[in-house]
């Protein structure tokens, strides 16, 4: 083989892998969720990840409407409390002292997942209500679903104007921010594939 073979096969290889990258992301945005599927299903209880208010107002709309008993609040900051939680989400301060858990344990989503994982051991939960960002789900589902293969999981995505994931390719910004959420995603699936479960635990 030649220099000028081997720098065409090269290219046909990083031409392919391009190819099948883009084809990845094209998909993987077409499959975010675009709504709430389970609106009405009762869960033992609810985990948002920590990532804005809007996350947090779901969950504890959820919570103040008697879909769950119990809420944790994953990846919680340790300088961050309840009250300023209860201003920043305008919820009661009530229902954070009786039904609200902060962990302040998880960094990231691997985190979030040990973290939970933990909680809902502790608190014997069995259906468990997942409230994150439509684009942060795919992944966190992967993460969940490898620690608690025996929780039932429902997906509760919310929805932010920021992240406009309908016409995501019209929006450079969105396009360029789902292309580092699909890699985090595809790196995700390769890692909880080759990593035995006792190495997140």
């Keep these: 083989m030649n220099w000028r073979t ?19 992301m094209v998909w993987f ?15 033992d209880g609810i985990v948002v ?10 969950g504890l709309e ?23 939680l209860a201003e920043l989400s305008k919820s009661t301060p009530e229902l954070f002292s009786c039904c609200v858990e902060l962990g302040r344990q998880a960094t990231d989503t691997v985190g979030n997942a040990v973290e939970t994982a933990a ?4 608190k014997q939960v069995r259906t468990l209500r997942l409230v994150t ?3 942060h789900m795919p992944r966190s589902l992967v993460e969940f679903r490898r620690l608690l293969p025996h929780v039932r999981i429902i997906a509760h995505p919310v929805f932010s104007r ?17 292309a580092g959420e699909y890699n985090k995603y595809v790196f995700s699936l390769v ?11």
Excluded: C
């Design 6 to 24: 081997g720098i065409a096969v090269l290219m046909g290889l990083v031409v392919g892998a391009g190819s099948f990258w883009l084809g990845g």
């Design 29 to 43: 945005a077409s499959t975010l969720p675009h709504k709430v599927q389970d609106l009405g299903t009762h869960t």
């Design 49 to 58: 990840l920590t990532g804005g208010s809007e996350r947090i107002s779901a």
């Design 62 to 84: 959820l919570l103040a409407r008697g879909k769950a008993r119990m809420m944790l609040l994953s990846g919680v900051h340790h300088k961050t409390n309840s009250k300023s």
């Design 119 to 122: 909680w809902v051991k502790r």
């Design 133 to 135: 960002s439509a684009y």
């Design 162 to 178: 920021l992240v406009k994931i309908r016409e995501w390719w019209r929006w450079p910004g969105t396009a360029t921010f789902l």
């Design 191 to 201: 890692r909880n594939r080759f990593v035995p479960v006792s190495s997140h635990l």
